[in-house]
């Protein structure tokens, strides 16, 4: 791997991180690759039981893995993990799914650490409409007050999979900024997934970040994808808009099984795309030369060999989603 000044002295924030959390050699290459902190999936198809469970593994695996993690609700929590060398986790949602219908229950999360939620996971559900639903009526009323609520609660949005309608109304009724913790531009590389012009320029005027995603499908190259390529996405979204904007979106799958991405990417979690299944290799990689997390160091070298000034490569590695944090999260 390689030595990089500038990254070891930087907060380097992922995102976005959906691995195994019950592999060792996850949290092995997290700890070896050096990051200060990543967004964990805790949730995309579960209901409030499923990830109350959930959420009970994660304070086990905080104290069995004290040594390592951290879990982290604050700024400050953040910065002690840079400090004591471990891995500081924010608890993240990929979907809104967990709290039904009974919005009291972003409360009851929020007490228990979860600071991140994509309101959609692909398709619709009682907040909004996935980047998959055949149509896209925007919010809800019930989305409309889960926002407000959110927003009260310091609970950042996430848009990475929300349809386009949902996205642009969402972004307008926040009162916070926004992110996409992991998305690409879709004029960068045309996949539904990815974002349009019109989103990301509104997320940015609000004082958004976007995540630049290293999943292969949302780059030019797809599977055959290098650390090159996923350097080139977040070029592009520096030049669409601006260096304050752009932050770390890895979207790792590190250790997950075909089970796994059969649930995943199933409709509602339940009715297996078996077509959809087949376009991933098994198992699915990363972007040569990023595979796993103990290589994150490899994208502050490109960035630097690119041109980037110090100051703009901190940014890029976790300065923006540092900063944005420290405004939703009300620090």
């Avoid at 200060?36 to 805790?42: K, L, R, W």
């Avoid at 009970?56 to 400050?76: C, Y």
């Avoid at 609970?155 to 690409?184: Q, W, Y």
């Avoid at 796993?292 to 960035?303: G, I």
Wanted: glycine share 8%.
């Amino acid at each position: 791997m390689t030595q990089n000044s500038i990254y070891d002295d930087s907060v380097v924030i992922d995102g976005l991180n959906v691995s195994n959390w019950d592999s060792q050699a996850v949290l092995d290459s997290l700890s070896k690759g050096r990051v200060t902190a990543i967004n964990a999936t805790s949730a995309v198809w579960e209901g409030y039981r499923e990830t109350m469970d959930n959420t009970s593994a994660w304070l086990r695996r905080f104290d069995e893995h004290s040594d390592v993690l951290a879990q982290a609700k604050t700024v400050g929590d953040i910065l002690k993990a840079k400090e004591d060398g471990r891995v500081g986790v924010v608890l993240g949602w990929q979907n809104a799914s967990p709290i039904e219908n009974d919005l009291d229950r972003l409360a009851l999360f929020h007490e228990l650490g979860v600071r991140v939620i994509q309101i959609t996971y692909n398709e619709r559900n009682l907040i909004g409409n996935g980047c998959w639903e055949r149509v896209d009526d925007g919010l809800t009323n019930f989305g409309l007050d889960a926002i407000r609520e959110m927003d009260r609660l310091g609970i950042l949005i996430d848009l990475s999979h929300v349809g386009d309608r949902t996205t642009l109304e969402a972004i307008e009724v926040s009162e916070n900024p926004v992110s996409c913790t992991h998305a690409n531009a879709r004029s960068f590389h045309d996949n539904p997934r990815n974002k349009t012009d019109d989103a990301l320029k509104l997320l940015a005027e609000k004082g958004g970040v976007v995540g630049a995603n290293a999943f292969p499908p949302f780059l030019r190259n797809e599977w055959e994808s290098t650390l090159s390529d996923y350097v080139d996405a977040i070029d592009d979204l520096v030049e669409r808009i601006g260096i304050e904007h752009v932050g770390i979106g890895t979207d790792y799958t590190q250790d997950q099984s075909r089970e796994f991405f059969k649930w995943l990417l199933s409709r509602q979690g339940t009715i297996p795309q078996e077509e959809w299944l087949a376009q991933f290799p098994d198992p699915v990689v990363h972007p040569t030369g990023m595979e796993t997390p103990d290589k994150l160091s490899n994208v502050a070298q490109e960035l630097q060999d690119r041109g980037y000034s110090d100051g703009d490569v901190a940014k890029v590695l976790g300065g923006n989603w540092l900063r944005l944090f420290g405004q939703v999260w009300g620090e």
